[in-house]
């Protein structure tokens, strides 16, 4: 869950959950939403698995899309 607001410039919002093998990214899934200028409570259920994974990270990205 992410609460954003759009600001000038940025409109847009990468959200990126990505599985960790040790110290090494592996495979991710991403999610892309438009923002508004007033702030927005997001939410996401992605469909990655955490298999053969030892952690997780979620990575956010804004840019003007």
Known sequence: MVKAKGVSGAMNMLIRRQNKIGQTDSNYE???????SEWQTITWETGLTASNAD???????AHPG
């Open 30 to 36: 991403d999610k892309n939403v438009t923002l508004t």
């Open 55 to 61: 952690g997780q990270n979620f990575k956010l990205y």
